[in-house]
């Protein structure tokens, strides 16, 4: 039998021998979490650069834009005065003849002043016929004076004779002195007329003369045959002297106007060929050319409104299938480089100015090459000098 201390004793060893058996099996708390090791991170593969082969074919550089069919000829309608529009003769689509007049304006506040005006230079023609019958009648009567007087005077000479006698002699040395005087008259006589009637009239006239012209110019008149292509008045409308109110065309021709930016223009001239062709007819080409470029690249006018490119068909025939209004596409063939070398653009290099390709040989082995460039169109850039037929270039 076990005695009671020893029993106690094992009451007390048993319970922390299992505590330290347990604590030694336990992860020590204090070094916190285990840490995962990093995942490796694979090296990148570089990409294979593009690489490309020098061909041999046609390099064409053509420049494409839109336009719209027009008349060849077209000529804007404006009043050469300003004033109310009163009647309207014609409306848009109609067919007019040369000199027709389309509207005029109301000239009414005109006429009257013209009436006014009439009536002053009457006045001042009146005033001037007077002062002139009265200088004409001023000299005749001077003239008859002096005809009196020499009449009077011969006729005293033939009574005395030879020998007058005191009271004779008298006599004609007085008829005499009356002859002077009647001719000093007649020399005195001022039959100028005073510039400033003259003038009068001549003012009044002028001014006659404006206000007819600018009564008969109050009208709007077709300048040729043609058709009614825009007209924008009505009867009250107000009006600016030659500010446009619409349009008079000659639909028996028909061209193209497009508007095309300088960049773009760089390099065509008048009479390059060009393609048209029409949305509503895919498929079908039809030829055509520059007929005028703007200024300052072609023949076109100076005046900065006037900055349309004009195509022309080559034929009235191929303007049939047109009408105005169209929009087409056209086709500028600018320049054309046959049975050349070229690249895509992607395989050329620039650095400060120099053009360069990079080659590669069968070996891998690369190297830089100048080259000099040509003419580039259709995605392919004429090499003019530095490659050779076949050879591999690496793309940047």
Request: proline letters at 6%.
């Amino acid at each position: 039998m076990i005695s009671r201390p020893k029993l106690l004793l094992y009451s007390f060893l048993i319970p922390l021998t299992v505590f330290l058996l347990s604590a030694c099996a336990s992860p020590d708390r204090r070094t916190g979490p285990a840490v995962d090791e990093p995942t490796p991170i694979p090296t990148p593969v570089a990409a294979a650069k593009t690489t490309y082969t020098v061909a041999r074919g046609d390099v064409v550089y053509e420049q494409t834009i839109s336009g719209r069919v027009v008349p060849l000829v077209e000529a804007p309608l404006n009043f050469p005065i300003d004033g109310i529009v009163k009647e309207v003769f014609f409306e848009r689509e109609d067919t007019v003849q040369a000199g027709e007049i389309i509207a005029i304006l109301d000239t009414t506040p005109l006429e009257e002043e013209l009436l006014m005006a009439q009536a002053q230079l009457a006045i001042a023609q009146s005033r001037l016929t007077t002062t002139q019958t009265q200088v004409e009648i001023d000299r005749r009567r001077a003239e008859l004076a002096v005809t009196l007087a020499q009449l009077d005077l011969d006729f005293a000479i033939s009574q005395a004779g030879g020998f007058p006698t005191p009271q004779q002699q008298y006599q004609l040395d007085r008829l005499t002195v009356l002859l002077e005087l009647a001719q000093l008259d007649f020399q005195e006589l001022n039959d100028t007329i005073d510039p400033a009637l003259q003038a009068d009239v001549d003012q009044a006239a002028l001014r006659v003369a404006e206000l007819e012209q600018v009564i008969a110019s109050a009208v709007l008149v077709a300048p040729f045959d043609g058709r009614i292509f825009s007209l924008r008045i009505t009867p009250g409308r107000a009006v600016v002297a030659s500010e446009a109110v619409g349009s008079l065309a000659d639909l028996s021709e028909y061209e193209i106007s497009a508007n095309i930016s300088s960049t773009q223009l760089q390099g065509m001239q008048e009479e390059m060929p060009v393609t048209i062709s029409l949305s509503s007819r895919p498929g079908e080409a039809f030829t055509g050319y520059l007929r005028q470029l703007p200024y300052p690249f072609g023949s076109g006018s100076r005046d900065a409104e006037d900055d349309a490119t004009r195509i022309a068909f080559d034929s009235p025939e191929i303007a049939t299938a047109f009408a105005v209004g169209d929009r087409v596409t056209i086709t500028i063939l600018i320049a054309k480089q046959v049975n050349v070398l070229w690249l895509p653009p992607a395989a050329i290099r620039e650095f400060n100015g120099r053009m360069f390709v990079v080659i590669q040989d069968d070996q891998g082995n690369q190297r830089r090459v100048d080259i000099t460039l040509g003419i580039e169109g259709g995605e392919r850039v004429e090499i003019v000098e530095g490659v050779l037929e076949g050879e591999v270039v690496v793309g940047p």
